[in-house]
């Protein structure tokens, strides 16, 4: 780590800025340091192991034609390219994936496939660094000449499976392949020589990792210079002269001015993920304040209760503020994904906890929601109601969602820890054990939690000599009565007030303060001390603004980090019969969806109901039960609904 941080601070001088003071920056543990032990993410992250990965594997190389068109490449025979131009992406994510995975499930025949496809991909790139197998394929001559065509996406994905497939494995011969080829694009794109406006943003965040990996400055640079190049009218491919959209891909203006989300939802998480890598290692505050303004213009206007964002299928993202809808939500499981990536970024940079709430929210519902309990299939978008149309997916055509799920679950070690030169930071609460080096000496953490089951959360230390240190310990908002930040959702009365909560060290109440959202105890700790922190998991009701008026007159419910839904497998095949008044009572009762452990919500609630003729409706009061949102649709499709009437408005009569 030592190494890390001259390197930083060298690239953060000649930047000329001021680099964030080492003792004040916070750093995530990295997942590689990080082994994960409870009940509810453990079994998520081995059922990725064993058997997503797994689909992901065949898909990629059996079912569709991704890792040929690399073989074809290879040969060199004449033969064209099967498939979509961003396919070669998928093939990137799945490694990446592999490579987490192989640090918790260690599997030399895994292992081996993904040494078997980097050798067909370093085949296939070409003498100069060049790699895209469409273009080598098809039309070599057309090199770098549409800059919506992803040539840049697919190796940002790339070079960000070398980098995990190197610090897991100890290989570099994936990571000399990312290394040549950026070489080879900063050798025709920077200052002074050819504009470059990457089309689906990815490679700003990626070449940070990269950077990371090899300590060459180079590519922190050319991640600022890529950013640099938009809201500058330099774009050049279909995006812009065809759709005529700039706002698609974020390039009305420059990054730095930015105020409002625009576009295609996954381009701009990757993006202001990338800005935010960028600025935790020069320091620009042009991006950190462009980021607080945009994340703000997300999270108070456009964020679904979920977390999940992006809610126009039209352009795969936002179109205006308030606009909502349920039924017909767009939802992208890579969106989410992308606001977890995005959400630690502002944590690290700022050390605010709220960013970790919107992390932990869109973790819980919006990305989970993915990936079916079995597996084995995936969602595309996640509405948050359905009339039963919906269904889950074993795979897609354009298929980034699945490896993009795998990828996050089976890395869930990165947003645990967080830690600076004298302090540590507890930010979700996921039993787990990690040991981290601070300026004084080393400590182990190893927290036990049945979380969000239950909020018991308990957290030994142990250390090999007296050290004084902070340790941060994250208080969900929802305990101090936030929905979210910034409003766009409230709890209805009393769920809003703030819950008690208790937290010692030894069984012993201690003194500690709370700032930006985290109770920090600094004292001097001991071998065995254990600090205790019981998180009140309530059902809480709510409600939006009024401005998303798809939401008027209709409540959600909440218990711990997990939206809840009302599906039509537990209510008698209906979910859109039924009234939510502000009066109503819940009970957790201890169920199952297939094999999935869960605390169900029960309730007497008034439902409507037809009469056996179906010449007539009556109202009466039936028992429902609603369950964590992650869960719906895996027992088939059937109607659902997150948001629930508060009182009948009107009547829709169909045959």
């Not at 890529?226 to 491919?237: I, Y």
């Not at 869960?598 to 429902?624: E, F, H, K, M, Y």
Request: charged share 20%.
């Amino acid at each position: 780590m030592k190494d890390k941080i001259i390197a930083v601070a060298l690239l953060a001088q000649s930047f000329s800025v001021q680099a964030q003071n080492n003792a004040e920056k916070i750093e995530f543990v990295n997942f590689s340091k990080v082994n994960i032990t409870d009940n509810f993410w453990k079994p998520k992250i081995d059922k990725v192991a064993v058997v997503t990965i797994p689909v992901c594997i065949d898909q990629t190389e059996v079912k569709t034609p991704r890792i040929r068109n690399f073989e074809k490449v290879a040969r060199n025979k004449g033969e064209k390219h099967e498939g979509i131009f961003y396919d070669d992406s998928d093939v990137y994510k799945a490694l990446e994936a592999i490579a987490y995975s192989l640090k918790t499930h260690p599997n030399k025949t895994l292992e081996a496939k993904a040494d078997e496809w980097i050798d067909k991909i370093a085949a296939a790139q070409q003498p100069d660094g060049y790699l895209n197998t469409m273009y080598t394929l098809n039309e070599p001559q057309n090199r770098y000449t549409d800059m919506s065509m992803h040539e840049d996406y697919n190796c940002g994905h790339m070079i960000e499976a070398a980098t995990a497939y190197y610090n897991v494995t100890g290989k570099r011969k994936l990571l000399d392949v990312a290394i040549k080829w950026a070489n080879h694009f900063n050798s025709l794109f920077g200052p002074g020589k050819r504009d470059w406006v990457t089309g689906h943003q990815e490679l700003e965040l990626a070449l940070v990792k990269l950077f990371k990996a090899t300590h060459d400055s180079t590519y922190v640079k050319l991640s600022d210079w890529l950013l640099s190049e938009r809201g500058h009218k330099l774009a050049k491919g279909y995006t812009w002269t065809d759709w005529k959209d700039t706002a698609y891909a974020q390039d009305v203006v420059p990054v730095k001015e930015q105020k409002e989300i625009t576009g295609h939802a996954v381009r701009a998480m990757y993006m202001y993920t990338g800005a935010a890598d960028v600025a935790e290692i020069t320091g620009d505050k042009g991006y950190m304040n462009a980021m607080k303004t945009v994340w703000e213009d997300v999270v108070y206007r456009n964020m679904y209760i979920t977390g999940g964002i992006g809610s126009s299928g039209g352009n795969e993202g936002f179109s205006t503020d308030y606009d909502l809808p349920n039924e017909n939500a767009y939802c992208e499981t890579c969106a989410s994904v992308g606001m977890v990536f995005w959400n630690q970024r502002m944590n690290a940079l700022t050390g605010e906890s709220m960013y970790i709430d919107v992390l932990e929210k869109s973790l819980y519902n919006g990305a989970l929601d993915g990936l079916s309990l079995d597996g084995t299939r995936f969602f595309y978008g996640n509405p948050l109601a359905s009339n039963g149309r919906h269904t889950r997916r074993e795979w897609f055509g354009t298929a980034c969602c699945p490896a993009n799920i795998a990828r996050l679950i089976a890395s869930l070690g990165n947003y645990i820890y967080a830690q600076s030169s004298d302090g540590v930071w507890i930010n979700l609460f996921v039993g787990s054990n990690t040991s981290i080096d601070l300026a004084k000496g080393s400590i182990g953490l190893n927290m036990q939690t049945n979380y969000p089951m239950d909020g018991n959360v308990k957290i030994n230390v142990t250390t090999a000599k007296k050290i004084k240190y902070s340790m941060h310990i994250r208080i969900p908002g929802y305990i101090n009565g936030i929905a979210v930040p910034g409003n766009l959702y409230n709890f209805v009365e009393p769920d809003n007030i703030i819950a008690p909560y208790t937290l010692t060290v030894n069984g012993v109440s201690v003194p500690y303060k709370t700032e930006k959202g985290y109770a920090i105890i600094e004292r001097e700790w001991k071998n065995n001390d254990v600090v205790e922190f019981n998180i009140p998991l309530t059902v809480k009701k709510i409600l939006a603004r009024n401005e998303l008026k798809q939401d008027n007159d209709r409540m959600a419910l909440q218990r711990g980090p997990l939206i809840y839904c009302f599906e039509g497998a537990d209510n008698n095949g209906k979910a859109w019969n039924m009234l939510l008044p502000a009066n109503a009572e819940f009970t957790t009762q201890n169920f199952t969806v297939k094999d999935e452990n869960v605390i169900a919500l029960v309730s007497n609630l008034p439902v409507v109901n037809i009469s056996a003729d179906g010449a007539s409706v009556n109202t009466g009061v039936q028992q429902v039960k609603a369950i964590p949102y992650y869960t719906w649709c895996n027992r088939g499709s059937n109607p659902m609904q997150v948001w629930l009437p508060t009182k009948i408005k009107d009547i829709k009569i169909n045959n």
